[in-house]
């Protein structure tokens, strides 16, 4: 009796582990700009948003419009079927899956920010610079859609349906390091209504609980980029309690933020959030926006919000209430140094892209440990060990 509890446990203990998963960093990433203006880009187009902002400064109207080039096709709500695959030389995070018998590896960015996989196809036109630097499905399908075997740290989910991406959306595809994008928020935003991998990773049996977790390193090296657990959260990377806030409409990972306070004003209570692993940085409703900016003393230029360098040490946190726990954001994290031709600036991490909803990106991420849980539909952060 004794012997088969024993055994049981150590069952179930085997059958509890979860996967870690190295994740990986890009290691030509550079904050100019240039590159800025690719992530803010990329960001609308991912969200959907075409609006641009109108702020009043001293009654008068100021756009928030700014140049992003021609880097980007013009906005069609209709059609994202050749979904936006990330932004050169931002920073991302990244791991390895493999499709197919024999398998063909590629690269993807861990998104929780969408919910489709999508991999370059073999089908893209000779032109296509992004494309064809990258590795190319070729399933010599002519839907946009198709199923194969997809692995994911040797565990490997049966007829997963992706998407093949036959172009991509003009240069910001370029010279990046990974190939496509696996998107793990619901199935209700995912185009097709195409099951996400992690969910079919669940519902085959490959792991026990619907849980995920990610710990982002923003001091790692690119080959030490942080973990993603699949099946549950890895303790070890936890620092005392993982506190929970529920889902609060299941599409994005959306929860509610109680406030969001900096110095003793509140910027926002009562708001809504989203965590989205994919994106670096932080975008705000707009009158946050507006006033976040005016706390830290960010000046307004051609569109983009400048600190002055020699106060960013002296500014308070950043604090958000999250689930009844205070996670603060220091000012060195909240602004970032940007060097264009060796001139360096101070920029607001704060922007806006047209959504009603915070977006807690890496900026965000990487000081915390988050946890996703689909079986009790809940997001928990924690502190690093
Ligand atoms: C894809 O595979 C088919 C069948 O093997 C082949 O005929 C075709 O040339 C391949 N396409 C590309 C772009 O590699
Ligand atoms: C594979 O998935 C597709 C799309 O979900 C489905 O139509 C098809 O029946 C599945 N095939 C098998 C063998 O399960
Ligand atoms: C990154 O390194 C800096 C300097 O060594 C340190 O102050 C900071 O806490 C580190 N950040 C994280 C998230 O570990
Ligand atoms: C923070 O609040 C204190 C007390 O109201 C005030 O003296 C200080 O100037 C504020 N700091 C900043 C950077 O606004
Ligand atoms: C923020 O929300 C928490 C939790 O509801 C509450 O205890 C705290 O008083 C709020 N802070 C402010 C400044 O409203």
């Known amino acids: 009796m004794l012997k088969w509890l024993v055994l049981l ?30 992530a803010i880009q990329a960001l609308k187009y991912k969200y959907h948003q075409t609006d641009d902002l109108v702020i009043y ?11 992003y080039g ?60 992004a494309c064809q630097q990258h590795n190319q499905y070729n399933s010599s399908a ?26 991509q959306p003009g240069n910001s595809f370029t010279d990046v390091a990974f190939d496509g994008i696996l998107g793990m928020a619901f199935q209700q935003i995912a185009e097709d209504n195409v099951v996400p991998p992690f969910f079919n990773l669940y519902m085959q049996g490959l792991i026990d609980e619907p849980v995920f977790g990610f710990y982002l390193d923003r001091n790692g090296s690119s080959e030490e980029g942080g973990q993603l657990a699949l099946g549950g959260t890895d303790q070890n990377l936890i620092d005392g309690e993982m506190t929970y806030v529920e889902v609060s409409e299941q599409g994005y990972w959306q929860f509610g933020v109680n406030n969001i306070t900096w110095n003793g004003t509140v910027v926002s209570s009562g708001c809504q959030a989203i965590a989205d692993t994919g994106t670096s940085l932080i975008a705000c409703p707009p009158t946050s926006y507006a006033q976040i900016n005016s706390l830290i003393g960010a000046v307004l230029i051609q569109g983009d919000y400048y600190v002055p360098c020699a106060t960013v040490n002296s500014l308070p946190v950043l604090t958000f209430n999250i689930g009844g726990t205070n996670f603060d954001l220091p000012p060195s994290v909240y602004i970032q140094t940007y060097t264009d031709d060796s001139y360096t600036t101070c920029m607001s991490t704060f922007t806006y892209i047209g959504t009603d ?12 440990y988050s946890e996703f849980d689909f079986g009790q539909n809940r997001v928990g952060f924690a502190n690093l060990a």
């Open 9 to 38: 446990t150590i069952l179930a203990l085997v059958s509890a582990e979860i996967q870690r998963i190295k994740i990986h960093k890009n290691k030509d990433h550079k904050n100019t700009h240039r590159n800025r203006k690719q």
């Open 57 to 67: 400064e001293d009654g008068a109207p100021v756009y928030v419009q700014p140049d």
């Open 70 to 129: 021609n880097d980007y096709p013009s906005q069609d709500t209709n059609d994202y079927t050749t979904e936006e695959l990330g932004n050169s030389m931002n920073m991302y995070y990244y791991g390895e899956i493999a499709i197919g018998t024999p398998p063909q590896y590629f690269n993807v960015v861990f998104d929780t920010g969408s919910a489709n996989l999508w991999i370059p196809s073999a089908q893209c036109l000779i032109t296509d610079v």
């Open 142 to 167: 002519s839907s946009t859609f198709v199923s194969n075997t997809v692995s994911i740290n040797g565990l490997s989910i049966t007829n997963q349906t992706f998407g093949e991406a036959v172009s």
């Open 357 to 368: 909803f915070w977006i807690l990106g890496d900026v965000f991420l990487g000081q915390y």
